[in-house]
């Protein structure tokens, strides 16, 4: 996974700078950044404290790892129901057990 160049406190800070009136091209160049992605910056942090972009931050990894989680148990559930739809009782193991006469000890 790409490592991001700037943390959430940086974007911020970019951000302010242009709400102060520098313009885009100047801060894309002075960033190293384009200006797409100052757009793209702004659409999703502007108007966001450092604290806010860091909840956002940790609402995006939970969401990630539930995700993770959620397609693991839709996997699991299939397989399952892949297994249980074959017709368990005609293997040769599991049939002899199954017509065998049960025996139940009389105390």
Sequence with gaps: ??????????????????????????????????EATLYNWKAKFGGMDVSEAKRLKALEDENAKLKKLLAEQ????????????????SAPSVQGFATSPMTIPVA
Aim: hydrophobic letters at 50%.
């Design 74 to 89: 839709m996997l699991d559930a299939a397989a399952m129901r892949e297994l249980l739809s074959k017709n368990v009782w």
């Design 1 to 34: 996974m790409k490592r991001a160049r700037f943390t959430e406190e940086q974007i911020i800070a970019v951000l302010r700078e242009h709400e102060a009136g520098a313009k885009t091209a100047d801060l894309a160049r002075k960033h190293g950044v384009s």
